[in-house]
């Protein structure tokens, strides 16, 4: 298969565009800028926006008057938000998505190292620079995606966090900022209320009881929805200095471990048959590293 990206500048559009090489896929690449100079491993050009193509993915970035863009419309070529063609390509696994602010990166990123500690097949997508790579697609079952309620591409007006389909849902720690996508509060909810009741039968919607409107959305009735809420890990400050209480000890907070971060992570890991006792002894052992 044949594909062509548009907005390479974007971490995730070029590790996806490297993974995508490296299952395979011929691939071609370009900035989102008209004018930039392409630094990286692809070829790139308006010249390779041919019948050719069989996909062009374009990133967020990416502005509707962009001239590939414009000739892969005129030739029909199929154009796809990196957010569309990763659930299309996703489809058959456990599409498991997180929204939030800082918290859900945070989350995102703590279940990966626990599931890479426990050496766990899984795949993500997770825009995070705590990450040498935001992408992983191979063969697993599982797949992490971190998202939001803004539109999922110039082209496609659905929020992100919907387009993603999810299995499981994590809402954490919701804060309205103004965006073109959402230019007050209320169509900020009503997104990620919409992104709550897609929810499937037998889904599982996790949720932050201590945010007002995350416990607003989270809480509402959805018919044979699981819907877990979660409030802060037991910790304590000693010396100024934060530590979660568990069953193995004191753990030491940091960037990704945090009462919030952890408390959501272990009901996440939970529904994916990690047991209570192995996640805190891991999460012992990489509060070291």
Known sequence: ?????IGIEEQIVKDLAVSLAANGFEVTSSSADDDAVNDCEFDSGIKLINKELDKVIIGRQVDYCHEELREAQRLGIPIYSY???ITDL???KQRIVFVGEIDAAAISVLVIKILDYLNKEF???VDSNL??????????????????????SVLDEEPQC???????????DLCWQPSVSCINIESYASRLNIFADNSPKGGTLVYYKENILAYDIGNKDR?????ISYLQHEHIIENDVSYLVTPTGKVNCSDIITPCTVSASLILLNNLGIKTDTFYRALNDISKT
């Open 1 to 5: 298969m044949k594909i062509h990206c």
């Open 90 to 92: 996703c489809q058959d």
């Open 131 to 152: 990450l040498e790579n935001t992408v992983r697609l191979t063969d697993a079952p599982v797949v992490l995606l971190l998202s939001d309620e803004r539109d999922s």
């Open 223 to 227: 018919l044979d929805v699981k819907q």
């Open 123 to 125: 795949d993500y997508v």
């Open 83 to 85: 957010s569309r063609f």
């Open 162 to 172: 919907i387009t993603y389909n999810h299995n499981i849902a994590l809402i954490s």
